[in-house]
């Protein structure tokens, strides 16, 4: 019985770094795409508007 716990408790905890790997596999994959993207056309950053003041900002690295 022990030793099925022990599994269980493996497995779940295998599981969850597994989830936290492809998330941040994504992430970044995602940053990399934006930052090509950026190279070929010569931008400096993606605007996004503030909802607030209706101005324009450089998107920040933790904004998605």
Do not use: W
Not at 12 to 41: C, H, N, P, W
Not at 47 to 58: F, H, I, S
């Amino acid at each position: 019985m022990p030793q099925l716990i022990f599994l269980l408790l493996l497995i779940g905890g295998a599981i969850l770094l597994y989830r936290r790997f492809v998330g941040d596999a994504q992430k970044l994959a995602s940053k990399t795409r934006r930052a090509e993207r950026e190279r070929q056309t010569g931008a400096n950053g993606t605007l996004v508007q503030d909802p607030k003041t209706g101005e324009y900002r450089v998107k920040r690295e933790e904004e998605q």
